[in-house]
């Protein structure tokens, strides 16, 4: 079974970081990706950042660009999501999800085959 384990949310003051965590279990990756997404109180799911298995390559959404990053520990199958400079705008419920297809756009959220329970970050002004 598949588990997709998301930690380090919390409340922290507009220019304050966080870090987040998702651990995968019960999967291997070799191809496809790992992505956060976020969704705030009446507002859609957005694509935060993803990282790609195979080549470590990143990419992240406009709103959030040159404040977060995301990295990966592969052999605890592990990615991490670091959130500097936070503002109160970036308050949402943040997803970790994975795609072990490969070959498929993970700006998306409907391409992705697991998702984690969510962690809340909330930032104070």
């Known amino acids: 079974q598949v588990q997709l384990v998301e930690s380090g949310g919390g409340l922290v003051q507009a220019g304050g970081s966080l870090r987040l965590s998702c651990a995968a279990s019960g999967v291997t990756f070799s191809s496809g990706g790992m992505g956060w997404f976020r969704q705030a109180p009446g507002k859609e799911r957005e694509f935060v950042a993803v990282?790609?298995?195979?080549?470590?390559?990143?990419y992240y959404g406009d709103s959030v660009k040159g404040r977060f990053t995301i990295s990966r520990d592969n052999g605890k199958n592990t990615v991490a999501l670091q959130m500097n400079s936070l503002k109160p705008d970036d308050t949402a419920v943040y997803y970790c999800?994975?795609?072990?297809?490969?070959?498929?756009?993970?700006?998306?959220?409907?391409?992705?085959?697991?998702w984690g329970q969510g962690t809340q970050v909330t930032v104070s002004s």
């Open positions: 999800a994975a795609d072990r297809t490969g070959g498929r756009d993970l700006r998306y959220s409907g391409n992705y085959d697991y």
């Open positions: 990282i790609i298995w195979s080549v470590g390559a990143t």
